[in-house]
């Protein structure tokens, strides 16, 4: 399953090294927060070669990352990871939530409110006697 996940590049997390038995690996965190009308933060990973693509973005950048997610069991407990695979610079703001502009005021009335707001809705006279149920 890979998707795309467009945002703000929010912070770039201290790198990660150690020695496995292929070799030295690295990986690096940082944080998305998404363009949407209710924005949320999100914490990628990237792996060797795309860590230190990284470097190359600032705290605001407007990024997008091609993602895949992947879970795994450890005494009981699941873990997710959110893995950067590709990512680059997003075009024109990422295409996410355009806030609406504001509407427009609505029309003045030429006459005044207040004579209507001096005569009572219904009179008396006016009423029905009956009950309503």
């Known amino acids: ?4 996940l467009v945002g703000k590049l929010v912070k770039v997390l201290p790198e990660q090294s ?4 292929n070799g030295t690996w690295t990986k690096q ?3 998305l927060e ?3 009308q ?3 933060q999100v ?3 990237a792996w060797g070669e795309k860590a230190a693509e990284l470097a190359q973005y600032a705290p605001g950048d407007t990024m997008k990352c091609a993602i895949s997610i992947e879970s795994r069991e450890y005494n009981d407990r699941w873990y997710t990871d959110v893995r950067a695979w590709r990512i680059e610079a997003a075009e024109g703001g990422g295409g ?3 806030p609406q502009p504001a509407p427009a005021a609505a029309p ?6 207040a004579a209507a707001a001096d005569r009572p809705l219904t009179t008396f006279e006016e009423e029905d006697n009956g009950l309503p149920f």
């Open 1 to 4: 399953m890979a998707m795309e």
């Open 18 to 21: 150690g020695q496995g038995k």
């Open 29 to 31: 965190q940082f944080v």
């Open 34 to 36: 998404t363009i949407d």
């Open 38 to 40: 209710f924005p949320k």
């Open 43 to 45: 914490c990628l990973m």
């Open 96 to 98: 996410g939530y355009e």
């Open 108 to 113: 003045r009335r030429s006459e005044p409110r």
